[in-house]
């Protein structure tokens, strides 16, 4: 296996194995030595509290205060300004968290409403729990004064990395503001926690709280700023005795329906549908004390946000973040993406299931599926006791076709577009050692049922086989780690359909003047391989450091399940930080960095050198810096000509400037300005900003411009027959392209309770370009073009009235067609969110995509925003309901 999947890797292997072994012979032996905090919880003996955040019922008093609380920010380890008690109960069923979070200044105490998981400018209450006590994981329930419910599992030993938000439990919260602060009532079934059965549980514990307004964080146990670890630091629960892990069921039927509005619809068209309904569900099932099962059948994401608009001219995919609710939740678990390891292949992409089918249909009129149904899927995730972590996927997807008519005819047909799908994911992960060390393992596979209908055949591969192994050894709480990876795909096919992956742009095996790649159409298997090793110190208060070297051969390929840009590449970077942590006389905190990247191909070509130094500060008002310089070395590029030789990039500089006002506050703002220039005169300036305001406790809105004008003196255009034997033949012709790009997101959002909410999103978008300065490559590595109609070139150009171009070479004429664009869209979203009972959830939602052009090439006005909300487009009335069936 290793031999097939990773040719020419048996050396990085061998020095892998060896680090392996001799990091996790450190990681046992390492011993952390500061004895934890400890709390006890208080079992109840009379009735459970009323969760309504009084805290008035006797029951509290039995319970052991906790009021020993320092501050992180803004003075570590310093008594707090404002006092904290904090008891813990529990029966059968539940924990009880009960909070009495005093201020002197009640009247100074914000509650601002958002739905669930929102951020704002009120006082949060969390509580941290660790049930596995596995030192590494953690759940997060949060509680603000405005009695907003937040939540969130930590996937790894990290406070942010690995974080995932889109964890929704069932469990419920009270605030209530009064003379002497603020009180919260919290309680949290323990079917909602994954536990070992124990008789006695001990549990891991973190108890923390923001004050917004006076910008303290205080903690339970204090994690010094310059510490690495979250989990790993916990204090003890105890006192917890005689519950058992549930054996949950949870069932979520939904039903929804839409109707849609189309605009300037031909009365020839026969695909006018607007009305649509479906049903499904989603069940959740608890599999003994450690693992879940979470199906779906039919999902709809109808409530989902619109991806944003952009332009691609480069020839690789764009990549959009994962929205949807089912493949969202437990990510962390299927991916291991919150280890955190830089460049790691990315074996799944969950939106590779349900994406747009790749056929092609022909016609006057087409009615084409915009998404490919997920009939169903599967999850198993959780932890095991002996520190195992198993994440499980399946999906299935059918057989999806398109419609097409044709006028002349009055015929209709039917196309098939996608094939069957079947994919299935694996994740998992062994913990061993004090310092929760790790090993994982990850395979991806997908198989299509392809046959002749809509030449699906010779388009996609059948079957495909991805995954690898991957480590992190961790010293001093992770302080250093020793982090890596192996691993391998297999794609097979026919050889129509392999042919075509070996020419796209994560490969381009045409290439003419690579000798270690050959294209090969009768093909039908590829096989390739990927390695790294990388070493960090995460942590410290003056240094921090890395350096890595990975690399993907040319047939590794993972973009069937997984994503990837490309493929034959061998990459290096190292970095140093020099920071302070602790607050200084002018600034809380500052860091100065400096890394260098590089990388090259397996022939020995080098693609790219990047130097960069960058610098961050905070002041003691919270205002934060950010700056960036990079410097570009000249170097040789094996994509920008697409499959064509290799070209030369220029040297280049960048400078990035960012401002960042103070977080939680009613009014934050943010700037950020990037300028770029090269050897060719190509040249970038990029400026955003971004302004939110709370004017009322239940009001958020905030606008987020950005604009782009730049000159790319290197657009790839186009590749014609009849080049010169420098070029092998073929022209590969390129122009400069200037660029302009205008956008804004808006969001406004109510909050009539934290249960019920309206949230707006709308963003105008447009964008032009115009190519001129037409050429060639005039031989392989070249760093010039041989620009049409300039003296020495024999050549002319002549630009047509519709704005092709006409290039004469000699004896050769050809045609350019017409490049020069202006596109405006409009996308929008008014979504309310109801949830009329605890997990049951009603949305209504409403949504509009319109699409417009403007004079080709002339540059964008702020007015064209404008524009883009009167063009023509759609729109999409959805209202769904789901019920929750379960243990409350």
Do not use: C
């Not at 590969?732 to 790009?741: G, K, L, N, Q």
């Not at 004896?811 to 490049?819: D, E, I, Q, R, Y």
Request: no cysteine.
């Amino acid at each position: 296996m290793v031999t097939q999947f990773l040719p020419g890797l048996a050396p990085i292997v061998r020095v892998l194995a060896l680090v392996g072994t001799v990091g996790a012979f450190g990681a046992a032996s390492a011993q952390v030595a500061t004895p934890p905090r400890t709390a006890r919880a208080t079992r109840l003996t009379s009735a459970a509290p009323r969760i309504d955040g009084l805290m008035d019922e006797a029951a509290w008093q039995g319970a052991e205060p906790i009021t020993d609380f320092a501050q992180k920010i803004p003075i570590e380890g310093a008594t707090p300004t404002v006092a904290t008690e904090v008891r813990i109960l529990y029966d059968d069923a539940a924990m009880y968290v009960g909070a009495r979070l005093m201020r002197s200044d009640p009247q100074s105490i914000r509650r601002s409403v958002t739905r669930r998981d929102g951020e704002s400018d009120a006082e949060v209450f969390t509580v941290s729990l660790d049930p596995y006590h596995d030192r590494r994981t953690s759940y997060s329930f949060s509680v603000s004064s405005g009695g907003v419910r937040g939540d969130a599992y930590h996937a790894q030993d990290s406070e942010d990395s690995g974080r995932e938000p889109q964890f929704d439990p069932m469990w419920v919260a009270r605030a209530r503001v009064d003379s002497a602060g603020w009180t919260a009532e919290l309680r949290i079934p323990f079917s909602q926690l994954r536990f070992n059965a124990s008789a006695q549980q001990v549990w891991g514990l973190q108890l923390t709280r923001n004050v917004a307004d006076k910008a303290e964080r205080l903690q339970w146990v204090m994690i010094p700023v310059a510490a690495a670890g979250y989990a790993s630091r916990f204090g003890l629960l105890e006192g917890i005795a005689g519950i058992a892990p549930s054996r949950r069921i949870e069932l979520l039927p939904y039903v929804a329906t839409d109707v849609t509005y189309r605009s300037n619809v031909d009365a020839r068209n026969p695909f006018t549908d607007r009305l649509g309904a479906r049903a499904g569900a989603d069940l959740k099932v608890g599999l003994g004390p450690n693992l879940s099962l979470d199906a779906t059948i039919n999902p709809d994401f109808g409530q989902v946000e619109s991806d944003p608009a952009i332009v691609n001219l480069t020839a690789f995919e764009q990549v959009f973040e994962e929205r949807r609710p089912f493949f969202v939740e437990g990510n962390e678990l299927l991916t291991g993406r919150g280890q955190s390891f830089i460049g790691r292949p990315t074996w799944f992409y969950s939106r590779r299931i349900g994406a747009a089918p790749r056929g092609v249909v022909q016609g006057d009129f087409i009615d084409a599926p915009l998404n490919t149904t997920i009939t169903s899927a599967a999850k198993v995730t959780g932890r095991l006791a002996r520190g195992l972590s198993l994440g499980f996927l399946a999906a299935v997807t059918p057989r999806e076709f398109a419609r097409s008519f044709r006028v002349d005819s009055g015929t209709t047909r039917r196309t098939a577009v996608e094939p069957p799908s079947r994919y299935g994911v694996l994740r998992l992960q062994q913990e061993f050692g004090r310092q929760q060390s790790n090993v994982g393992l990850s395979l991806t596979s997908i198989s299509r049922s392809l046959d002749d209908r809509g030449g699906l055949r010779h388009l996609l591969p059948s079957e495909a086989i991805a995954g690898g192994a991957d480590w992190k050894l961790r010293y001093m709480q992770g302080m250093y780690e020793v982090t890596g990876w192996v691993g391998g795909s297999r794609v097979s096919g026919d050889p129509a359909a392999m042919a075509r992956l070996q020419l796209n742009s994560a490969h381009f095996f045409q290439r003419p003047d690579q000798g270690h790649i050959a294209f090969d159409s009768t093909r039908t298997t590829m096989s390739g391989g990927s390695a790294s090793l990388r070493l960090d110190k995460n942590a410290g208060r003056f240094t921090l450091g890395g350096i890595q070297l990975s690399t993907r051969t040319p047939d590794f390929d993972i973009n069937d399940a997984g994503q990837m840009r490309s493929g034959d590449d061998i990459d290096f970077n190292a970095d140093i930080q020099l920071r302070d942590t602790k607050p200084g006389r002018l600034v809380r905190f500052y860091q100065f960095g400096t890394s260098v990247v590089s990388g090259w191909n397996y022939g020995g070509i080098r693609q790219y050198l990047r130097v960069n130094q960058t610098a961050q500060a905070t002041l003691h008002s919270f205002l934060r810096f950010n700056a960036r310089a990079t410097l570009h070395v000249p170097s040789l590029s094996d994509d920008l000509t697409r499959g064509g030789p290799l070209i030369g990039t220029p040297a280049g500089y960048a400078i990035l400037g960012q401002v960042t006002s103070r977080a939680n506050m009613p009014t934050t703002w943010n700037a950020r300005t990037e300028y770029y220039h090269d050897a060719f005169s190509g040249w970038r300036w990029d400026l955003g900003t971004g302004f939110t305001t709370r004017p009322a406790p239940q009001w958020q809105a905030s606008v987020d411009p950005t604009y782009s004008r730049s000159v790319d003196a290197r657009q790839y255009v186009s590749t014609r027959t009849g080049g010169s034997a420098a070029t092998y033949g073929q022209r590969y012709i390129f122009a400069a392209v200037e660029r302009s790009t205008l956008s804004a997101r808006f969001r406004v959002n109510y909050a009539f309770t934290p249960n019920l909410t309206v949230e707006g999103y709308a963003e105008p978008f447009a964008a032009s370009g115009r190519f001129t300065g037409f050429g060639e490559v005039p031989a392989a590595s070249s760093n010039v073009l041989r620009v049409y109609g300039t003296t020495g070139t024999g050549t002319s150009i002549t630009r047509n009235a519709n704005g092709s171009s006409t290039v004469t070479d000699g004896g050769n004429t050809f045609t350019l067609p017409a490049l020069d664009f202006q596109r405006l869209s409009f996308r929008s979203n008014l979504v309310m969110r109801w949830e009329w009972l605890p997990g049951s959830t009603a949305f209504l939602v409403w949504q509009q995509s319109r699409q417009g052009a403007g004079p080709p090439g002339v540059l964008i006005r702020p007015n064209d925003l404008w524009d883009s909300m009167s063009a023509d487009g759609d729109n999409f009335l959805v209202a769904k309901v789901s019920y929750w069936i379960g243990p409350r």
